[in-house]
Nanobody, 121 residues
Framework: QVQLVESGGGLVQAGGSLRLSCAASGSIFRINAMGWYRQAPGKQRELVAAITRGGSTDYVDSVKGRFLISRDNAKNTVYLQMNSLKPEDTAVYYC???????????????WGQGTQVTVSS
């Protein structure tokens, strides 16, 4: 059983910052890529940022230069530092991880429960 637990969402004024955290727990042999997605009301879920086990990162164009994704492999945790927040960043943010639960298991996708980020103008 694997769980992803997110924290750090909330309400912030435009221009402010928030830091999201997502910790994976349970039966974990190896975590490959981790990422953050977001879904605004009436819109499709989109990939915001992703990071490989080795630390290579990728970002959606709208957050480049403002958001920073990082991870701590020893803690099975991924972070999203969000700076210069804009009202259009308002969404539910979801953590995602590609996890191999045992040496013999295949890699599966896991999702967190989501955390609300609201940016007021």
């Amino acid at each position: 059983q694997v769980q992803l637990v997110e924290s750090g969402g909330g309400l912030v004024q435009a221009g402010g910052s928030l830091r999201l955290s997502c910790a994976a727990s349970g039966s974990i042999f190896r975590i490959n890529a981790m990422g953050w997605y977001r879904q605004a009301p009436g819109k499709q879920r989109e990939l915001v940022a992703a990071i490989t086990r080795g630390g290579s990162t990728d970002y959606v164009d709208s957050v480049k230069g403002r958001f920073l994704i990082s991870r701590d492999n020893a803690k099975n945790t991924v972070y999203l530092q969000m700076n210069s927040l804009k009202p259009e960043d308002t969404a539910v943010y979801y953590c995602n991880a590609e996890i191999q639960s045992t040496l013999w298991a295949s890699v599966s996708d896991y999702w967190g429960q989501g955390t609300q980020v609201t940016v007021s103008s």
